[in-house]
């Protein structure tokens, strides 16, 4: 089945640490597309970031770093010197099917950053 | 100026009453979608319409049907609603070819 699977249910740290969520995907396709999303508190949902199927390179955008491993289905996100801030529900996601807009979300990490 | 819009951001209602929640978006966006977020947090991808035509229809009771007048919107329509209806419903947008879907604010509907 294609599918993304989050197993970190929940996280807690402490303000100034580094913190990574694990994703892991499962397809077929040889084209699909990976996102993280950002749910705070007030409930609305933030993207991320996008990376292709072909673009392996990691990318960093100031506090926040993705990496992205072909050979092992994962798609991780670390956020280095962790703010109370980034208290969040954090969502990975994959569109597996491009033809028909297939898009699958994991079960969520909730990110609790302590002060 | 918001993106992606939704009315009512909250929605109590009665067990078998219709309701409908609307949603529009300024992004110039092809295709749109309605997803439902459990009170696990999980989302679950209900519809998608792109060029007034239809992409997805996940597993959904069909009294649920989404209507889209234009583009630059997608309603969707409730009937008979029922208390496993009780969910935040959020509506997103995207352009082909971009693939990255930007989400309203969702709407919380409680069914009582």
């Known amino acids: 089945a294609q599918k993304v699977t989050q197993a970190q249910t929940e996280i807690s740290v402490v303000e100034k640490e580094d913190v990574t969520l694990d994703c892991v995907y499962e397809?077929?396709?040889?084209?699909?597309?990976l996102f993280w999303y950002k749910q705070p508190p007030s409930g609305e949902l933030v993207f991320l970031i996008r990376r292709n199927s072909f673009d392996e390179q990691n990318e960093i955008s100031g506090r926040y770093s993705w990496n992205f491993q072909k050979s092992t289905s994962s798609f991780n996100f670390t956020i280095t010197a962790s703010q109370v801030v980034d208290s969040a529900v954090y969502f990975c996601?994959?569109?597996?099917?491009?033809?028909?807009?297939?898009?699958?979300f994991g079960a969520g990490t909730r990110l609790t950053v302590k002060p | 100026d918001t993106a992606v819009s939704q009315t009512p951001k909250y929605l109590v209602t009665q067990m078998g009453n219709d309701k409908s929640i609307k949603c529009e978006q300024n992004?110039?966006?092809?295709?749109m979608y309605w997803y439902k977020q459990d009170s696990k947090k999980f989302l679950k991808i209900m519809f998608s319409?792109?060029?007034?035509?239809?992409?997805i229809n996940e597993t959904v009771p069909n009294r649920f049907s989404p209507k889209s007048p234009d583009k630059a919107h997608l309603n969707l329509h409730i009937n008979s609603l029922e208390l496993g209806d009780s969910a935040v419903y959020f509506c997103a947008s995207s352009h082909r070819g971009q693939y990255e879907q930007y989400f309203g604010p969702g709407t919380r509907l409680t069914v009582t």
């Open positions: 996601a994959a569109l597996l099917g491009i033809i028909n807009n297939d898009m699958r």
């Open positions: 992004l110039g966006h092809d295709t």
């Open positions: 319409y792109n060029n007034k035509e239809l992409i």
């Open positions: 397809t077929r396709d040889t084209t699909y597309y």
